[in-house]
């Protein structure tokens, strides 16, 4: 038995941070439903575009169910929120705002489901400075101060680890989430930046 087995998670990232926190989640028993748009998840669409790496989407997506949806029209946002009701998890990596324009925001789903677990990866945080700004991997660890060493010299990354970090975080704060419900009954609002 995974320790995860019935925890239902509704994954609305795209790229790595939110794909990895996610299979982090699956790996241990969750049923995740990688929830695309029509044209795919922008990494997929990327990956497709060398011969080969599409491998690559496939191991950060690996055990997840999969449902291509279009959230701006009404039918695509009832299926959302259908899930949502269903799910004990809720994880995007959208820029802050993006969902809550949709009427998808965590009070919009709270209002569904009072314990919910809703998990959100921006690149700054949906509090703070400019959380309106989207970012990279690259960025988030440039911002951070990632790139430079004692001797203020440049250091070019040798990995994602503003993507693979932020996605373990994110899915360690979703175990303690469970936790907590699990002990109070309530469900939480979780904000990750790439940045911090």
């Known amino acids: ?20 926190c996610t299979q982090l989640l699956a790996d241990m028993g969750a049923e995740v439903v990688k929830v695309e748009p029509p044209e795919g998840d922008t990494l997929r669409v990327t990956f497709n575009l060398t011969p080969g790496a599409e491998r690559n989407y496939s191991v950060l997506n690996r055990n997840k169910y999969g449902l291509a949806v279009n959230m701006r029209e009404p039918e695509g946002r009832e299926i959302i929120l259908k899930l949502a009701t269903l799910s004990d998890v809720f994880v995007h990596n959208l820029i802050p705002g993006t969902l809550e324009k949709q009427g998808l925001g965590y009070e919009d789903i709270r209002s569904l489901r009072k314990d919910i ?80």
Request: avoid cysteine; charge should be negative.
């Open 1 to 20: 038995m995974h320790i995860l087995e019935g925890i239902k998670i509704i994954d609305f990232t795209q790229f790595i941070a939110g794909s990895r």
């Open 117 to 196: 677990i809703y998990a959100a990866i921006s690149g700054f945080g949906a509090v703070g400075v400019a959380p309106e700004r989207a970012a990279f991997d690259i960025i988030a660890q440039a911002t951070g101060g990632q790139f430079w060493n004692s001797q203020d010299t440049f250091l070019m990354p040798d990995n994602y680890w503003g993507d693979l970090m932020t996605g373990a975080y994110a899915a360690l704060s979703i175990l303690l989430a469970l936790i907590h419900r699990m002990k109070s009954g309530q469900g939480q609002f979780i904000d990750i930046s790439m940045q911090d």
